[in-house]
């Protein structure tokens, strides 16, 4: 069954499943081709984020359900990953670029919107956040970073996660889709999610500039390529990265972010479930001297969040999200990559890699 009110006038038009955004038919035309959107208006089949009317119903505070479904109707088709939307009154755009990273509306999207500081996540918040899972000797197996999905093939994680861990340790899965690592299908409020999803590694990318023996850990970013491609879900979506200038020129400083993960408590021991903190985004200037008291000397490519006492991200967590939300999406900011030896201590933010710095790197290794 075709879901949806957009026509085009192309002859024989596709069937197109977009199952990567809500699970929907939608008929399937080209980028640039002439519709008729969901009220009857004349439009041309366009990337959603070209559309000034779809993006300012999409960064809606509170979204209406009439607002989610005439997004939903709106769509016309796909670019690669890019959503395609049909806008009243547009025009083709002249250059639509390549990049195999996912668009709005496929990417930064999560069903539940509840944010509370400092209280376990719900079962599909923050949907891209993963575990990565390491042999160890004597047939033992145990989570000890995280990361973020990208794309359908990717996860973004730090390059300690690859590189500085102990020889007798492998790089073994990615676990996607996870909630409560000690039950096998998470439930919450009578709710309950599809079982997690553990993908087996094909390779890991490291940045070449990083050096496990440099302190200031710059360069500290990896990919991890499956062997197959995920199916997206509820539980398992990809985060969206700065890839537009608008987006990735953006200053953060003094802004709110969040990051999640798996990692340890204030009572030092690795968590159950999925958590979030809330952490404001610091200055280099600001976070710098604090570092440079004990050698460390920041760049350009990191940046810094947090500095509460009893609000940080911990080692557990490494490799994993801090975020944003921009215009209704989730973006990544940074990957956690270092910080105090005792986490949470007041006045010390978290030191991590800036992904917008970095786009360009992570468009050049991903195929």
Known sequence: MVVGSVTGTRAGLLVLCLLGAVGQCVLALELGESCTNPRGLPGTCILFRECPELVAVF??????????????????????????????????PANTGNSVLPD????????????????????????????????????????????????????????????SI??????????????????????????????PIDMDIEQVIT????????????????????????EYSETIRPICLPVDNSIRTRNHEGLQSFAAGWGRTETATASQKKLKVELDIKSL??????????????????????????????????????????????YLVGVVSFGSQKCGTARVPGVYTNVAEYVDWINDNVQ
């Open 104 to 163: 709005q509306p496929y990417c930064g999207i999560q069903l539940t919107d509840r944010i509370y500081g400092g209280q376990p996540t719900q079962l599909d918040e923050f949907p891209w956040a993963v575990l990565i899972e390491y042999q160890k000797p004597n047939g033992r197996y145990g989570f000890h970073c995280g990361g973020s999905l990208i794309n359908e093939r990717y996860v973004l994680t730090a390059a300690h996660c690859i590189v």
């Open 166 to 195: 102990p020889r007798t340790w492998k790089v073994y899965r990615v676990r996607l889709g996870e909630w409560d690592v000690s039950t096998p299908t998470d439930c919450q409020l009578n709710t309950c999610s599809d079982p």
């Open 285 to 330: 200037q600001e976070c710098s001297p604090v570092y440079e008291r004990i050698g460390i000397t920041l760049q350009s490519t990191q940046l810094c969040a947090g500095g509460l006492k009893g609000k940080d991200t911990c080692s557990g967590d490494s490799g994993g999200p801090l975020m944003r939300q921009i215009a209704g999406a989730w």
């Open 59 to 92: 960064g809606k505070p509170i979204a209406t359900p009439e607002d989610t479904q005439y997004l939903q109707d709106s769509r016309c088709g796909s670019s690669g990953r890019k959503a395609l939307v049909c806008c009243a009154g547009s025009a083709p």
């Open 207 to 230: 940045h070449s500039g990083y050096n496990a023996q440099d302190k200031s850990n710059v360069n500290d970013i990896a990919l991890i390529r499956f062997t197959k491609d995920v």
